[in-house]
């Protein structure tokens, strides 16, 4: 994962497949052995399941079977958690924070981006959504959420800071709305608000307010002051623990407690792509839950009566357990709080809807749908075809930088071999890009053409400056390494608590292969703790619903280079090209310094060679031993 695509990362290392054979033989329940939820969900008057920063993974992970539940899976799950809530008289409320799009080719091979996504995301019944920053680099993906995605949602789209250019009206909207209040089906009154933090890399066609300027906007003044609100609820593509860099949650809270001292503020957040649960104050917490598909959050509360709510229905769930943390030691509020971090599995969802593991009961018609749609848009773009076969495991933080096994050695010789230009293939160059743009490992065994997006799934142009003095060339990656973190990676500089990480329990890869584009089965392991998420928050180190062992990380740069045709004869070189993608342009430029401006810099080959286009070139060129039958 990674808020910014990496240094939050978590894909575990890989190579753990005779484990994971092993354990596949294993039925749960097998004596002396332990895998998957232990503990039964705490169950309050209000709950929520949360998903943020989903990024296109709804065919789930295809190579990793502990997230191989598809959003079919998902879609029967929420269906079950919502007769269980109406059953015990207590509210469930399903929640979404954000970036649909740009991690794999169910999403980013259409285009726009999310052409497929979207649709599949509304036969999911979300309570409240809000917007993302994937959803604003490219002006036709906003209006695209702008013209088919916000209107189906209607007043549970909430954008309360976020506007697009509306070429029909000549003025910028809101996406979304702004706010919603609304009573749920127990009688919670509730001021719902969706707040991304202050983006700055979206395009020209949208706004995005700071939430500073926000707070104090009239409408807003008048949400807080609304009589008769039970709970305020912060949604937000926006990191949840309010003290880190970069989140306006904290702004946002404090701007509701001035005049609403008491009312609970409840925030589900993302973006930095990790497991993390934060107290706030005695009567607020704030809940994020990963990324990819690889989590789902669970967050439950009570403490509501008749003397602070319009709650009608149970007060303490019966036949289940209930929350009964308070948020500090110190708290005289009523509320009482639970969360949990489900990992991504259909052994998990059965377990926590009908508390058996048995396909046939568990799955409804309408999740079956889903997963048959996603099958058949798989097989529509061919995303399955095999381009190569990874000799290899490589992750981006499991081993140190420097490592072979790790992926950024290896995307260093593909930048060098195959971002080419022909015209200039003699020209001595320097290629970079940002680490951040990396968006998940290389598993070894079959590269298909989905694996190119997972990898490296942004559309981003490969531009130059030809003939730049090699001393400058040469000097640019520590440049841009230790020059300044570039604004727009901002996130992928912050200490990520390394709390969390991706349990790699891989499916084995000649099934998948065999299987082409069918779905893989699901979980039904069982082992005693294997590799993955190991969370610490605020509440300790129970948040994980299935137990797992720590998987190293190591920091890396934000930047990595591939260089190629330095003389041999250890000449020095008058110029180089510098090449690299456009996310990147400011900050090279910046560092290169005034003799060096905007207009010089060129695309490397054509608007259309973009970040999406160098790895299949690549694994075509060099990854062909063992295909078909790629050895894993
Ligand atoms: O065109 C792009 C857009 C984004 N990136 C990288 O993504 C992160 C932001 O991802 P989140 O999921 O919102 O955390 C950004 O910092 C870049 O590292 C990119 O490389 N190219
Ligand atoms: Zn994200
Ligand atoms: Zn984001």
Known sequence: CGAAGHTDSCYGPINHIEHVRHVKRMQPGAQGASYGPTRPLEWGQFNVMHTTDTHGWLEGHLKEKNYGADWGDYVTFTNHMKHKAGNMGVDLLIVDTGDLHDGTGLSDATNPDGELTNDLFKELDYDLLTIGNHELYVSDVSYQVFNSFQNYWGDKYLTSNVQIFNPSTNEYEYIGKTHKYFTTAHGLRIMAFGILYDFTGNSNSTKVIKAAQMVQQQWFQDAINTKDVDMFLLLGHNIARTTTGGSTFGLVHDAIRKVQPKTPIQIFGGHSHIRDFAVIDESSTALESGCYCETLGWFSMSGFDKTNSGFTGVKNPHGVSNPTRKATTTSTSPFVYSRRYLDWNRYTFEYHSIGKQDDASFDYHSGERVTSDITGYRTELKLGELYGCVPDSYCSTCVPFTDPKNIFTVLSDALAVSVTNPARADKVKYVFCNTGGIRYDLFKGPFTYDDNFIVSPFRDVWLTIPDVPFNLASALLNGLNHGGVSKRDIFSAMPIPRDVCVDPMTAPLSEIKARGDERLGT???????????????????????????????????????????????????????????????????????????????????????????????YVKAKWQAGMPNCPI
Request: charged residues 20%; proline residues 7%; aromatic residues 14%.
């Open 523 to 617: 979980s039904r392991r069982q082992v005693t703790e294997t590799p993955g998420f190991t969370t610490k928050d605020d509440f300790g180190t129970d948040g994980d619903d299935t137990a797992h062992a720590t998987v190293p990380h190591y920091s890396i740069p934000n930047y990595f280079q591939g260089v190629a045709n330095l003389p041999t004869d250890g000449s020095t070189p008058a110029v180089a090209d510098v090449v690299f993608v456009d996310f990147i342009q400011d900050y090279v430029l910046a560092f290169l310094g005034s003799a060096f401006t905007a207009d010089m810099v060129k695309p490397y080959v054509s608007e259309n060679f973009t970040s999406q286009d160098y790895l299949e070139p």
